[in-house]
């Protein structure tokens, strides 16, 4: 029989231990940081008992967005599109798994590759719903201050 803590108990028991009992004994110029500390805790808290399902959706969508910006009219030979579409060695490969396609749209987002194309209204609505997932994870009080949630 294991009566082990799961992750997100036991951060929740180290931020509670932080809070009530560490903190007040610390000098008053510690106690920004104390509250920045359990912030921090609090947020890996919540990244460990959230499921991953929204950015799962939202790296699927990614694939989706890839695998049909290869047929794309705008990705034609020459195209600024075209070399992270697949033309010469500027390419990341998506088919590496899902680090590299992450890392493939951050470099195109970068460089510019869907300014001024036909694929900028849907690289905006994937940068938008990375954000707010993570906004999610790690600040969901930002979220239903704003009118988000």
Same mark, same amino acid.
């Given at each position: 029989?294991?009566d082990?803590? %799961? ?5 929740? $028991?180290?931020r509670?231990?932080l809070?009530?009992? $560490?903190?007040?004994?610390?000098p008053g110029?510690h106690?920004?940081?104390a509250?920045?500390?359990a912030?921090a ?6 990244g ?7 950015m799962?959706?939202i790296?699927h969508?990614?694939?989706e967005?890839? !695998? ?5 009219p705008a990705?034609r030979a020459?195209?600024?599109? %075209?070399?992270t579409a ?6 990341s ?7 590299a396609?992450w +890392?493939r749209f951050?470099?195109d987002l970068?460089n510019?590759?869907?300014?001024? %194309?036909? $694929?900028? +209204? ?10 707010i997932?993570? $906004? !999610? !994870? %790690?600040n ?10």
């Open positions: 029989m294991h082990l803590l %799961s992750l997100p108990a036991l951060l929740a $028991l180290a509670e231990m809070v009530n009992e $560490l903190a007040p004994l610390l110029e106690h920004a940081d509250a920045l500390l912030d805790i609090a947020i890996a808290g919540r460990a008992e959230a499921p991953d399902e929204p799962r959706a790296l969508e990614l694939e967005f890839y !695998r049909d910006s290869l047929t794309h990705l020459g195209s600024p599109l %075209s070399r697949g033309e010469g060695t500027e390419r490969e998506a088919g590496e798994g899902e680090p396609l +890392r951050a470099w970068r510019g590759a869907f300014e001024h %194309s036909p $694929l900028d +209204r849907a690289a905006r609505a994937i940068l938008w719903r990375m954000t997932a993570g $906004l !999610r !994870r %790690s969901p009080n930002f979220l239903a201050a704003n009118g988000f949630d």
